[in-house]
């Protein structure tokens, strides 16, 4: 059953914007803001050139994640809510990834 309830709020995020899946496949133009899907290059508003990241790529560089699964945590996490690997104390600043 939790795996159903699981299943249905993914939908129920990808339905309406929001989510890990919805924020791979957007990139953001640099120049103007506006939000590209993350298989193009150029932006359609403006027409610069996009990041290679997408936006969760990009959002995983600002916080800290699990080196296991990649899941973002808190600073104040102790074990990841994803795969429950122990988060160990320091992080690696080039990808924010915790070590």
């Known amino acids: 059953m939790t795996k159903q309830c699981e299943?249905?709020?993914?939908?129920?995020?990808?339905?309406?914007?929001?989510?890990?899946?919805?924020?791979k496949a957007i990139k953001v133009c640099k120049?103007?803001?506006k939000m590209s899907d993350s298989s193009n290059h150029f932006c359609q508003e403006c027409g610069s050139l996009l990041p290679t990241d997408s936006l969760f790529e990009r959002y995983k560089q600002l916080h800290r994640c699990c080196a296991e699964c990649q899941t973002v945590v808190s600073d104040n996490t102790l074990y990841c809510p994803n795969c429950g690997v122990k988060i160990k104390g320091g992080i690696n600043y080039e990808c924010k990834t915790v070590i």
């Open 31 to 33: 120049t103007c803001g």
């Open 7 to 23: 299943r249905i709020r993914h939908e129920g995020m990808r339905q309406y914007g929001f989510g890990v899946e919805v924020m």
